[in-house]
């Protein structure tokens, strides 16, 4: 079993970047998929990106696009997400997740294990 760690979330003004961190301990996921996912006020934990084991492959959901960018360091068993231009709208509890095999999917059910989130307040 692989535990997740997510940090680097926090309060940020409309315009603003925060750069989100999970870190894995447990066993290497470096050959596993990776992803984050968000979880907005109120609503269901929805896909944010994605990014392959080798970190060539990567899919964002399209209001991300141009915005974010998920990156990895297999040396150090961690996956990034980097976040520009951040609107009120992307205020969620962020999460990461590693997937069952080598790629990634945006269904949370192809995914194995879970950080505990990480908070990211947009405001306005």
């Known amino acids: 079993q692989v535990q997740l760690v997510e940090s680097g979330g926090g309060l940020v003004q409309d315009g603003g970047s925060l750069r989100l961190s999970c870190a894995a301990s447990g066993r290497t996921v470096s050959m596993n998929g990776m992803a984050w996912f968000r979880q907005p006020p109120g609503k269901e934990r929805v896909f944010v990106a994605g990014i392959n084991w080798t970190g060539r492959n990567t899919y964002y959901v399209n209001s991300v696009k141009g915005r974010f960018t998920i990156s990895r360091d297999n040396a150090k068993n961690t996956v990034s997400l980097q976040m520009n231009t951040l609107k009120a709208e992307d205020t969620a509890v962020y999460f990461c997740?590693?997937?069952?095999?080598?790629?990634?999917?945006?269904?949370?059910?192809?995914?194995?294990?879970w950080g505990q989130g990480t908070q990211v307040s947009v405001s306005s």
């Open positions: 997740a590693v997937a069952r095999g080598s790629d990634f999917s945006t269904e949370a059910e192809y995914y194995t294990d």
